[in-house]
């Protein structure tokens, strides 16, 4: 079974918009971290978000914020009022437990457009 | 801010070669990574190490591939002969332990397998 699911292959955004990017997770261990990074068409892996999942609080980092549902396994990254350069994948991963040494286990990716 | 760091940013090789790439991770850091992402598709995991060796590694890591870490600041993946189906972008990462959650990329290394 897929650890991470991103179901959304590519999304559009109008800008000034606000746009959810959804993210399904699966693990057994209580203890885990989900994070999203956004690659630019550059290739980097930029940190944007980090969730632990006895975090009582939904994480929030400016204009990104993680929508944590943990009994519906699912973490969406909401980014409000969307600007051009939001354009680019972003990426859905997970590490059991977050503060050790173990793999991230990615998701597919959704491409996020901004339209003007 | 400290970053990772990555040599080169494009590589292009034959067939059959052998390749080095190079990283210098955060200089701290404990645990160290390399990842591959084939254009278009999801990064993978490749393998990780730790206290000077292999701590985990997936099945796309065949004997194909190794790891090193020559020296105190280098962390390097060798591919000794490579295939077309090598042709990705290598992502070295690293990490410590502890209250950090955080496990900081480099900028990649492009590889192109002709």
């Known amino acids: 079974a897929q650890k991470i699911t991103q179901t959304q292959p590519g999304m559009f955004v109008q800008e000034k918009e606000a746009v959810t990017l959804d993210c399904t997770y699966d693990t057994s261990d209580p203890s885990y971290g989900l994070f999203w990074y956004k690659q630019p068409s550059s290739g980097e892996m930029i940190f944007l978000i980090y969730?632990?999942?006895?975090?009582?609080q939904n994480a929030t980092e400016g204009r990104y914020s993680l929508n944590f549902q943990k009994a519906r396994k699912s973490a969406n990254l909401v980014i409000s009022a969307s600007q051009l350069g939001d354009s680019a994948m972003y990426f859905c991963a997970m590490r059991e437990p977050p503060n050790t040494g173990n793999q991230f286990y990615f998701g597919t990716g959704t491409s996020l457009t901004v339209i003007p | 801010e400290p970053e990772v760091t990555q040599t080169p940013s494009h590589q292009v090789t034959q067939m059959g070669q052998e390749v080095i790439l190079r990283c210098v991770p955060i200089?701290?850091?404990?645990?160290f990574y390399w990842y591959r992402q084939i254009l278009g598709q999801k990064v993978e995991f490749l393998v990780s190490f730790y206290n000077n060796e292999i701590s985990e590694k997936s099945e796309i890591f065949d004997d194909q591939f190794s790891v090193e870490r020559p020296d105190g600041s280098n962390f390097t993946l060798k591919i000794r002969s490579t295939k077309l189906e090598d042709s990705a972008m290598y992502f070295c990462a690293s990490y410590t332990s502890g209250t950090s959650y955080e496990q900081y990329f480099g900028p990649g290394t492009r590889l192109t397998v002709t």
């Open positions: 200089s701290n850091h404990l645990y």
């Open positions: 969730q632990g999942s006895y975090d009582q």
